[in-house]
């Protein structure tokens, strides 16, 4: 089956930096990639996704980045601010195309 | 914001109980999930459904149950909770696509069996 892990749980960064959270995958055929942001006491809200079909995609402030030739996945957040403070997951699609999660990154944001 | 929804937000249970704990979306999804997860870990799906009347396991195994009668609504339920059943409860809904996209979720139910 699919397996999704996280390469750090817990990145710390100074607010104005930028932050890096990565995510490696196993499954080659998996076409479908997403990254959801999870504040204390909330459920995982959405932030941004992109296709196989996609290296690159980006949004406000955020941009994904995909190498299925590594199997890597890595969510990229511009001037981080205190208000990114959270645990940020990635999920992948699997065989059934349910999501398989990875474990999470906490980002903590330093003043 | 999704429009979907859990209640109890918490719960604080004595062992044996039998408990329901409630979602339920207005967008219309045909597929719905059971996510299971510890503080800050990942999410583990107990149970899915593709539409009403069907309903699904996951793959972690779990002594819950749900139901699917109404597109809307997707309860789960503990026949006689135990401590081991403390965790949060994470439901999700997305939309019914030959391929696999976003799903939203509702805020958790934080359940704690005493």
């Known amino acids: 089956g699919e397996s999704v892990g996280l390469h750090l749980p817990t990145l710390s960064v100074q607010e104005g930096d930028n932050s890096i959270i990565n995510c490696a995958y196993s499954?080659?055929?998996?076409?479908?990639f997403i990254w959801y942001k999870q504040e204390s006491g909330k459920g995982p809200q959405f932030i941004i996704d992109?296709?196989?079909?996609?290296d690159k995609r980006q949004g406000q402030r955020v941009t994904v980045l995909l190498n299925k030739t590594v199997k890597h996945l890595s969510l990229q957040i511009a001037a981080t601010q205190p208000g990114d403070s959270a645990v940020y997951f990635c999920?992948?699609?699997?065989?059934?195309?349910?999501?398989?999660f990875g474990g999470g990154t906490r980002l903590m944001v330093k003043p | 914001e999704a429009d979907i929804y859990q209640t109890p937000r918490y719960l604080v249970i004595g062992t044996g109980k039998k408990i329901t704990l409630e979602c339920s979306q207005t967008?219309?999804?045909?597929?719905m999930y059971w996510y299971q997860q510890d503080p800050g870990m990942e999410l583990h799906l107990i149970h899915y459904?593709?539409?009403?009347?069907?309903?699904e396991k996951g793959d972690l195994s779990s002594e819950s149950t749900v139901s699917r009668i109404r597109t809307e609504h997707f309860p789960l339920t503990l026949e006689s909770a135990r401590p081991s059943h403390t965790s949060q409860y994470l439901c999700?809904?997305?939309?019914?696509?030959?391929?696999?996209?976003?799903?939203?979720f509702g805020p958790g139910t934080r359940l704690t069996v005493l």
């Open positions: 999920a992948v699609n699997n065989a059934g195309n349910m999501l398989t």
């Open positions: 967008m219309g999804h045909d597929k």
């Open positions: 459904s593709y539409g009403v009347n069907s309903t």
């Open positions: 499954n080659s055929a998996s076409d479908y």
């Open positions: 992109i296709r196989s079909n996609m």
């Open positions: 999700a809904s997305s939309e019914s696509m030959g391929r696999a996209n976003e799903q939203f």
